[in-house]
């Protein structure tokens, strides 16, 4: 079992930042894979930005130039720095991870770009 704890998230003004971490504690296995993904009011989750314990990370187009990915694998910590925020990034983000064949998320921490 893998337990995931997300904090973070908050109220941000547009064009603000805000930085999610996401700290997996449990069965760690040394070949994993860490992402957070988000999902709007009324829309289906969607992937924001990955990283394998590999090194290979991917970003969805949204956010690409604004956001990024990091891991402290030494920790089991991923984190998301959010620059730029807009209002269409509104949502709940949620940490995943993906490891031994099995994937756990964490229970999400909303996230509101507002005015």
């Known amino acids: 079992q893998v337990q995931l704890v997300e904090s973070g998230g908050g109220l941000v003004q547009p064009g603000g930042s805000l930085r999610l971490s996401c700290a997996a504690s449990?069965?760690?296995?040394?070949?994993?894979?860490m992402a957070w993904y988000r999902q709007a009011p009324g829309k289906q989750r969607e992937l924001v930005a990955g990283?394998?314990?590999?090194?290979?990370?991917n970003y969805a187009d949204s956010v690409k130039g604004r956001f990024t990915i990091s891991r402290d694998n030494a920790k089991n910590t991923v984190y998301l720095q959010m620059n730029s925020l807009k209002p269409e990034d509104t949502a709940v983000y949620y940490c995943?991870?993906?490891?031994?064949?099995?994937?756990?998320w964490g229970k999400g921490t909303l996230v509101t770009v507002s005015s």
């Open positions: 995943m991870y993906v490891g031994g064949g099995m994937d756990y």
């Open positions: 449990g069965s760690i296995f040394s070949i994993n894979a």
């Open positions: 990283s394998t314990s590999g090194g290979t990370i």
